[in-house]
């Protein structure tokens, strides 16, 4: 599961940070060259459609804002019978995590946002490194 996301990529719950657009699947997580939704097409969904056993729900994370892909993209997945959601990337992952926690048989094709927000409750200190001795950044 997504645990959070940052301009690079995406870091999974169990500490691996993975760079880039990535399709996910409920116990794997993928690489994907596809660099935006723009890109997408018929043969880079491929993967989702021969699936056993077939998706329920395909979830596409299109970055900061919702970005629709082509329209043969979205047909092809309701001919194989996958029902789609599209997202911003924030709110994708965190229904791919409440479906996932529920058993559904899922898959994600997720974008990395370019504008992050960090709010004062995450824990974040963003402090501006300190000169030390000699004046080297610590």
Known sequence: MFDS??????????????????????????????????????ESLSLFAVL??????????????????????IEFLKSKKIAVEILPTEKACATFNFLNVEGRCIGGAFMPAENI???????????????????YIM
């Open 117 to 135: 927000n960090v709010y004062a409750e995450d824990g974040f200190k963003l402090n501006p490194p300190k000169a030390g001795p000699m004046g």
């Open 5 to 42: 996301l940052t301009e690079m990529g995406f870091k999974l719950n169990n500490g691996i940070f993975v760079i880039g657009p990535v399709a996910a699947f409920p116990r794997t997580v993928l690489q994907w060259n596809v660099p935006s939704v723009e890109y997408m097409t018929v």
């Open 52 to 73: 056993e056993p077939k998706l329920d729900i395909f979830i596409l994370g299109t970055g900061d804002k919702l970005t629709l892909p082509k329209p043969e993209v």
